[in-house]
């Protein structure tokens, strides 16, 4: 069974920094794609950043592209999200996800970041945690 766990959320003034954490459990990170989600109230869930097949290349939405780094650690099998000069604008539950093989193409892991449902169901693509919220105050 997959199991996704993030940690790491709280409250932070804005230019703070904070690092999500992720566990990946029946599941392992260094042989599929991760990516990390972001949902504000009352907005879609949008994509934030992913790392693929074995932690080479990353991914980051233009919104937090510099600010914000995806890493791994195989060993460990955790995906992390280091998020640094925070904006108010950030505030949103983050999640965790994870795709199999099968879809950690370039290509896929950005259609992927850009819309996580499916267009007829409207489910999630892959695997989710449960989220962990991040507020930022000014």
């Known amino acids: 069974q997959v199991q996704l766990v993030e940690s790491g959320g709280g409250s932070v003034l804005a230019g703070g920094s904070l690092t999500l954490s992720c566990a990946a459990s029946?599941?392992?990170?260094?042989?599929?794609?991760m990516g990390w989600f972001r949902q504000a109230p009352g907005k879609e869930r949008q994509g934030v950043a992913a790392?693929?097949?074995?932690?080479?290349?990353?991914y980051y939405a233009d919104s937090v592209k510099g600010r914000f780094t995806t890493s791994q650690d195989n060993a460990k099998n955790m995906v992390y999200l280091q998020m640094n000069s925070l904006k108010p604008e950030d505030t949103a539950m983050y999640y965790c996800?994870?795709?199999?093989?099968?879809?950690?193409?370039?290509?896929?892991?950005?259609?992927?970041?850009?819309?996580?449902?499916?267009?007829?169901?409207?489910?999630?693509?892959?695997?989710w945690g449960q989220g962990t919220q991040v507020t930022v105050s000014s």
């Open positions: 790392i693929g097949t074995g932690g080479g290349n990353t």
């Open positions: 996800a994870a795709r199999h093989l099968s879809y950690c193409d370039s290509a896929t892991i950005r259609r992927w970041l850009t819309s996580p449902t499916h267009p007829v169901t409207g489910s999630y693509f892959g695997y």
């Open positions: 029946g599941y392992t990170v260094s042989s599929n794609c």
